[in-house]
């Protein structure tokens, strides 16, 4: 749906980007009123001024709105957690360093999470469906966040930090792994959402810190 920005537009395809930018414009107000579970395409397409039929010329169905109005935030939300670490990194020497630098990693997710606590939920849960564009997105942002983790306990162990014997990919997958449990638990546990953090730093400290040594 991107279009270069010094690409001559026609009328029929600035229509079309408008009707777009309003269709990913009205899913979000109504995601953010109502959550996604309860919002329908059909008041959607009301909102963002096309008819239900139309809208299914953009997406093929309630699934992919939550890619455009998620999806886009978990993308601008991992790049703001690379470039926190990158920073991190310049100053990290001690093993506490990089705990801290994993931390960070998380206490920015949790912190994404408690902005829009029912949305994010229903993102992960069908970012797990196998075969659609949410999943595959939801999957390749996971991935970042595993490489990341990994590349993380790799530096800790070239500064000669880390423990002999520790598979750093399988740690990182691990702590993703975590976080998305507490995510999909916290509703079902009825969870306050605000208190993420609280209970996932503890499962990761048990992960983690036995893993350096201090």
Known sequence: METPPDAPLGLREKARIERYRNIRAAAEQIFNERGYEHATTKEIAEL??????????????????????????????????????????????????????????????????????????????????????????????GDRIIALTAAVLDSARKAGHLVAQVDTRIVAQNCNGTYTHEVLRTPVREFAPRNLWDRLQKRLQVQIEPLFRL
């Open 48 to 141: 963002a001024g096309v008819g239900e039929a139309t809208l299914f010329r953009y997406v093929t169905n309630k699934h992919e709105l939550l890619l455009l109005v998620i999806g886009k935030r978990v993308d601008l939300e991992i790049q703001g957690i690379e470039d926190v670490d990158k920073e991190l990194a310049a100053d990290a020497t001690s093993a506490w360093d990089y705990i801290e630098r994993i931390y960070a990693i998380y206490r920015a997710r949790a912190r994404f999470y408690t902005t829009d606590p029912e949305n994010v939920t229903s993102y992960l849960q069908y970012g797990f469906k196998a075969g659609s564009q949410l999943g595959a997105q939801s999957i390749t942002q």
